[in-house]
């Protein structure tokens, strides 16, 4: 049972689907999202990511922790449902909406995903989050 409610977790991470938009051969959603929440309120998720990219790493030959990384970002049009407290105004893309910014490794791996205001700056997001 456990089984299926993570490969319904998987499903709907790697489709981005509403959760109510579950296959049908799926578990009910709403269990399979307490479970969801669970495991990122607990951490799980992040350790199972870390673990793959450490074995990633190592299967590639390098070290398991990653020494060097490049950050982007996007600015994206809010929604008329996205508030106006997370929301900004990016001039130099001329976006009212948020900016998600990332920092992938030297391999691709994913290490931090942040989402703020589009008015947030590329300096701004390095120094929140030191890697």
Known sequence: MIADIVD????????????RYLLVDCPPSHPVYGHFKQFNERGTTERILDELGELVRHAKGRDPQSSAGV???????GADT??????????GNQINGRKRFIVTD???LLV???VVA????D?????THPA
């Open 123 to 127: 300096r701004d997001a390095r120094q």
């Open 112 to 114: 931090v995903v942040c």
């Open 118 to 121: 589009a008015s947030w700056q």
């Open 71 to 77: 950050i982007d970002s996007q600015s994206v049009k």
């Open 82 to 91: 996205v508030g106006a407290d997370t929301r900004g105004y990016d001039a």
């Open 106 to 108: 030297t391999l691709g």
């Open 8 to 19: 319904a977790i998987l499903y709907m991470i790697r489709t981005g689907c509403a959760w």
